[in-house]
């Protein structure tokens, strides 16, 4: 095959939480830890310097920083992690990175000490989105111009209020996935709903967060870019059966059948990210659409030792050897390039889509 009109391009996010305790060794104490941000990310870029794209650049992340009510709650501002880790964000951005937001819908209850997601008061959310916002841009003027959702949950309201920021792509969307509130859980967390999404990047509708407006409807200016997913069918199931024991639902088998989805983080272990490059590779083959966008993500916590057999920055680095190899074996063009860039190409390309 010789394509070479045809362009692929990468972008990398990392949701860069604090270190979660029952998956990092000896975090003490009430404060957060954020040691996947300050050891993790200098690691992994020098872990990946030697891999290049098609014009001859390393690659380039989008580090999205949480500011919200938890960051607000125990430091006493939104845009804490902003402030004291301010001169380590602008090196990254001046390494050619860009800083982006991630913010959850957290709310603790005082009486169970829990932390949980907030799923009712949309109005709440809405407020803290622009509070947080606020926060953000005046530590970082002229940012975040990329979000990716805590636990990647949107309603109409919340995609609204980033478009009302100003805020220019959101990539929470995972296509064919969704959990299931159940009525019984007091103290909701990981709740989200992308099951009718595309896999087609689209301004969505003010009616439905999940899709493009239709007649009558209007069309949001943020752009959403869904992260690639395969739709094979022994995989889907796979994921769909493990997704059920891990939410102890089994809706999750049903919704694998109707809609079989695969999907893992770049941090995976390569012979689980596989699936992944199978399909990546067989839609490169038979499309005749000239320009692609692979859109992935992973944890912060994920690039320093920890309690997984899954995780760590290794499999970063192979997996995007891996699909580095899968473009020079087609002979096709691929680019490493921030989630703010995509919406300037947006008028030009479309997203690679099963």
């Given at each position: 095959?010789?394509?070479?009109?045809?362009?692929?391009?990468?972008?990398?996010?990392?949701?860069?939480?604090?270190?979660?305790?029952?998956?990092?060794?000896?975090?003490?104490?009430?404060?957060?830890?954020?040691?996947?941000?300050?050891?993790?990310?200098?690691?992994?870029?020098?872990?990946?310097?030697?891999?290049?794209?098609?014009?001859?650049?390393?690659?380039?992340?989008?580090?999205?920083?949480?500011?919200?009510?938890?960051?607000?709650?125990?430091?006493?501002?939104?845009?804490?992690?902003?402030?004291?880790?301010?001169?380590?964000?602008?090196?990254?951005?001046?390494?050619?990175?860009?800083?982006?937001?991630?913010?959850?819908?957290?709310?603790?209850?005082?009486?169970?000490?829990?932390?949980?997601?907030?799923?009712?008061?949309?109005?709440?959310?809405?407020?803290?989105?622009?509070?947080?916002?606020?926060?953000?841009?005046?530590?970082?003027?002229?940012?975040?111009?990329?979000?990716?959702?805590?636990?990647?949950?949107?309603?109409n309201e919340t995609m609204k209020k980033l478009d009302e920021l100003g805020v220019r792509i959101d990539f929470s969307a995972i296509p064919g996935l969704r959990t299931n509130l159940r009525k019984n859980i007091k103290f909701p967390h990981n709740i989200y709903d992308w099951?009718?999404?595309?896999?087609?990047?689209?301004?969505?509708?003010?009616?439905?967060?999940?899709?493009?407006?239709?007649?009558?409807?209007?069309?949001?200016?943020?752009?959403?870019?869904?992260?690639?997913?395969?739709?094979?069918?022994?995989?889907?199931?796979?994921?769909?059966?493990?997704?059920?024991?891990?939410?102890?639902?089994?809706?999750?088998?049903?919704?694998?059948?109707?809609?079989?989805?695969?999907?893992?983080?770049?941090?995976?272990?390569?012979?689980?990210?596989?699936?992944?490059?199978?399909?990546?590779?067989?839609?490169?083959?038979?499309?005749?659409?000239?320009?692609?966008?692979?859109?992935?993500?992973?944890?912060?916590?994920?690039?320093?030792?920890?309690?997984?057999?899954?995780?760590?920055?290794?499999?970063?680095?192979?997996?995007?050897?891996?699909?580095?190899?899968?473009?020079?074996?087609?002979?096709?063009?691929?680019?490493?390039?921030?989630?703010?860039?995509?919406?300037?190409?947006?008028?030009?390309?479309?997203?690679?889509?099963?």
């Amino acid at each position: 095959m010789n394509d070479m009109a045809k362009t692929l391009y990468i972008v990398i996010g990392c949701d860069t939480d604090p270190d979660r305790r029952d998956f990092i060794d000896n975090i003490s104490g009430k404060k957060l830890s954020w040691r996947g941000m300050t050891e993790g990310i200098p690691e992994t870029k020098s872990a990946v310097s030697d891999i290049t794209d098609s014009m001859a650049k390393n690659p380039v992340f989008t580090w999205l920083i949480r500011a919200d009510e938890q960051i607000k709650c125990i430091y006493g501002d939104y845009g804490w992690v902003l402030n004291e880790y301010k001169q380590f964000l602008n090196e990254l951005e001046n390494s050619g990175d860009e800083i982006g937001w991630h913010p959850h819908f957290y709310k603790h209850n005082d009486k169970h000490g829990i932390w949980y997601q907030e799923l009712k008061d949309i109005s709440w959310q809405c407020l803290m989105l622009e509070s947080a916002y606020k926060s953000f841009n005046e530590i970082f003027p002229g940012k975040p111009r990329s979000v990716r959702m805590g636990w990647i949950y949107h309603n109409n309201e919340t995609m609204k209020k980033l478009d009302e920021l100003g805020v220019r792509i959101d990539f929470s969307a995972i296509p064919g996935l969704r959990t299931n509130l159940r009525k019984n859980i007091k103290f909701p967390h990981n709740i989200y709903d992308w099951f009718s999404a595309g896999s087609e990047m689209y301004h969505p509708s003010d009616a439905d967060y999940r899709r493009t407006a239709r007649k009558g409807e209007r069309a949001l200016s943020i752009l959403e870019a869904p992260n690639f997913t395969s739709h094979s069918c022994f995989w889907g199931m796979a994921f769909g059966l493990q997704m059920a024991r891990k939410m102890k639902d089994p809706v999750q088998i049903i919704q694998a059948v109707r809609k079989p989805t695969f999907w893992v983080n770049l941090t995976t272990v390569p012979r689980l990210f596989a699936p992944l490059l199978r399909s990546l590779g067989k839609e490169l083959r038979k499309t005749k659409k000239t320009d692609f966008f692979f859109m992935t993500y992973f944890h912060a916590d994920e690039l320093i030792e920890n309690n997984s057999a899954i995780y760590n920055k290794e499999n970063l680095k192979q997996n995007l050897v891996n699909i580095s190899e899968i473009c020079m074996k087609l002979n096709i063009p691929f680019t490493f390039i921030k989630a703010g860039e995509v919406p300037l190409l947006d008028n030009k390309h479309a997203i690679l889509r099963k």
